[in-house]
């Protein structure tokens, strides 16, 4: 069994979050920097590389070390060791309907079926905030999931303000509702395009108007062009509406109510209420997403571009403005 759940031939292209350099000793139980000026040593926990710049990061290395909660959730008590007042709040939990609905026209799916009939052969996939997302693709591909929580999926623990992987060492790059979690998008997305291959095609969903989630790792939003913007040094092959207006009413409405709360359990019953009467609201988002007003009042966008030498001009971007508002 290898020592790291990472794919023995991506091994070789991890790279120091501190310092870019590929000159690393991998040992039994950590990976070392051989770089004079760097020095870094990041610990093996669970076979998984804790690749996190303790300099700038928010998450600490000891974090991982000490298994503190990081991101995640605390892991629930036993079934029999629940109170009344958390057994009722599982059962709301349980019956309260979803008021997320994605409406892509071009979901992440059918960008990744369209590289492969483009490139062909075997991809190297980069999936940066994995959670756990799975991506239904054959073995010829080879897929790293990275994130900032030590899931049973997670191949390496990153930060996306400092991938811990060589330049050019993927073909694509996914991306879906992380960016709004990191404190520097615009650096995230130079990482992104460091990391890529210089034909290499990034795919991200990021929202506009949507509450807070996340408690403190959540700080930004953009619009469908400050979107379009962040993602300047690639050329767009296709953008829209991920999640339409219909969700932003939803949210609102389960924002609003469960706001009157003044404890955990009564905002899970009035969310699940606000949520029976929110719900319906996501249903028109099919026909709203289509529509030049969702891209001025949309949850949340999608993009889907090659990466490219030169930068996309401020002038530039305001001619690819698609809404209604004069």
């Not at 710049?53 to 000490?66: G, K």
């Amino acid at each position: 069994m290898s020592i790291m759940r990472l794919q023995p031939e991506l091994q070789a292209a991890l790279a120091c979050p501190r310092c870019h350099q590929t000159s690393l000793r991998i040992e039994a139980e950590q990976i070392v920097c051989t770089s004079k000026d760097c020095a870094g040593v990041y610990p093996l926990v669970d076979r998984c590389p804790i690749m996190i710049n303790d300099d700038s990061s928010a998450f600490r290395i000891d974090d991982y070390v000490s298994r503190r909660k990081t991101t995640g959730e605390v892991s629930s008590p036993e079934p029999s060791k629940r109170s009344l007042t958390q057994v009722l709040r599982r059962v709301l939990a349980r019956l309260t309907p979803s008021i997320s609905r994605g409406v892509s026209d071009y979901p992440s799916s059918e960008a990744l079926t369209w590289v492969k009939e483009q490139r062909g052969g075997n991809l190297r996939i980069l999936v940066i905030g994995a959670g756990e997302r799975v991506l239904g693709l054959d073995a010829a591909h080879t897929v790293v999931y990275t994130d900032v929580d030590l899931g049973p999926m997670t191949h390496v623990i990153c930060d996306g303000h400092d991938i811990a992987f060589a330049d050019g060492t993927f073909d694509v790059v996914l991306c879906l509702s992380v960016l709004e979690h990191v404190a520097d998008p615009y650096r995230c997305a130079e990482e992104i395009h460091r990391v890529l291959k210089d034909d290499g095609f990034v795919y991200a969903t990021t929202p506009f108007m949507q509450q807070v989630h996340m408690g403190r790792y959540d700080f930004t939003r953009f619009t469908h062009l400050g979107h379009r913007r962040l993602f300047r040094r690639f050329d767009e092959i296709k953008s829209g509406v991920s999640n339409g207006p219909g969700m932003v009413l939803a949210w609102s409405i389960e924002r609003f109510v469960s706001g009157f709360a003044r404890t955990a359990t009564m905002r899970s019953i009035l969310r699940t209420l606000a949520r029976m009467i929110a719900f319906p609201f996501t249903y028109f988002d099919p026909v709203l997403a289509r529509r030049p007003a969702a891209y001025d009042n949309a949850s949340a966008y999608y993009f889907f571009g090659s990466k490219r030498d030169g930068v996309l001009s401020d002038r530039e971007l305001v001619r690819h403005y698609r809404g209604v508002i004069d």
